[in-house]
């Protein structure tokens, strides 16, 4: 038989009401590894709130039912303590059968537009270009809590990396993900976020206008054909080609290398050489401008 979890100051509706109202939740105990159940103290009946590892060096948190302060628990929307420490543990593991589900995180919503690509026929460099440059903090992150300022960092690191163009595209990918993780998960209202943190940089905006001023509207239209066009598997598949003209290697190098001096076709003789004769000198003397005569 499983070990109860217990706290002093969680596990009785006394002892939680002892403690002073705050927005920050209190520390619970430790469900199971990376699992930590939470309680925020309100006027009204508490909060319990699940904190769990992301499995990319970060953690999400989410709050799930209500505490048992006021009203008796009914197991589903009100709980008591050890109830909340069941169903938190569940909900973290993404188990079915809860009263909720396990929040979407940034790569599950890659992987769900990578599913969605492969099943609609499309090319999936849309995902993998956004996923090989997404960073551990964002891919762990829930698409629920994520802000304006997250994903805004996130666009203006790549401005360094890539030209214009390519952090169009990469963005671009992003925000087709996220869309498709909000409309599979109704819990996600955050779609103004999407539209303002990964909105056209001011860099891609110019050097479209600088190309179209030139007379160059092949760069536009390539925009718009690229994903058509960019497939990543057959650049692959000409590295795999066999190679018909293979130019030869280097030779390696020798144990026994000559000395530097050895390789010149005059030795130099340093300042010794520079040196020049008393009537030299003497002629440069005398024809040197301004000497008197």
Do not use: C
Request: aromatic content about 6%.
């Amino acid at each position: 038989m499983a070990r109860k979890v217990r706290d002093a100051k969680l596990e009785s509706r006394s002892a939680r009401l002892r403690l002073p109202i705050r927005k920050k939740p209190y520390t619970g105990p430790s469900l199971a590894r990376g699992i930590m159940l939470l309680y925020r103290r309100n006027k009204t009946n508490g909060t319990w709130v699940v904190k769990a590892a992301n499995g990319h060096g970060g953690y999400w948190t989410k709050g799930f039912s209500v505490a048992d302060d006021f009203e008796d628990a009914d197991g589903t929307h009100v709980l008591t303590f050890h109830q909340a420490g069941d169903t938190g543990k569940a909900l973290a593991r993404g188990k079915t059968g809860t009263i909720d589900a396990k929040p979407l995180t940034v790569a599950d919503a890659i992987a769900a537009y990578k599913r969605d690509l492969k099943s609609r026929g499309k090319h999936l460099t849309n995902a993998t270009r956004v996923e090989y440059h997404l960073t551990g903090t964002l891919a762990g992150k829930p698409v629920g809590m994520l802000t304006v300022r997250d994903l805004q960092a996130w666009r203006d690191g790549l401005i360094d990396k890539m030209e214009p163009s390519s952090v169009n595209r990469t963005r671009i990918g992003l925000r087709a993900a996220l869309e498709l993780a909000a409309t599979l998960d109704h819990r996600i209202t955050n779609r103004h976020v999407f539209r303002l943190g990964l909105r056209t940089t001011p860099q891609l905006v110019s050097s479209v206008l600088g190309h179209l001023v030139h007379g160059q509207t092949n760069f536009v239209r390539g925009i718009l054909h690229y994903n058509k066009v960019y497939k990543a598997e057959k650049m692959l598949a000409d590295h795999a080609r066999p190679v018909r003209y293979e130019l030869p290697l280097p030779p390696p190098p020798q144990a026994n290398a000559p000395a530097g001096k050895a390789l010149y076709i005059h030795a130099p003789r340093g300042r010794a050489g520079r040196n020049i004769d008393h009537a030299t000198e003497r002629f440069v003397e005398s024809t040197r401008m301004g000497a008197s005569a």
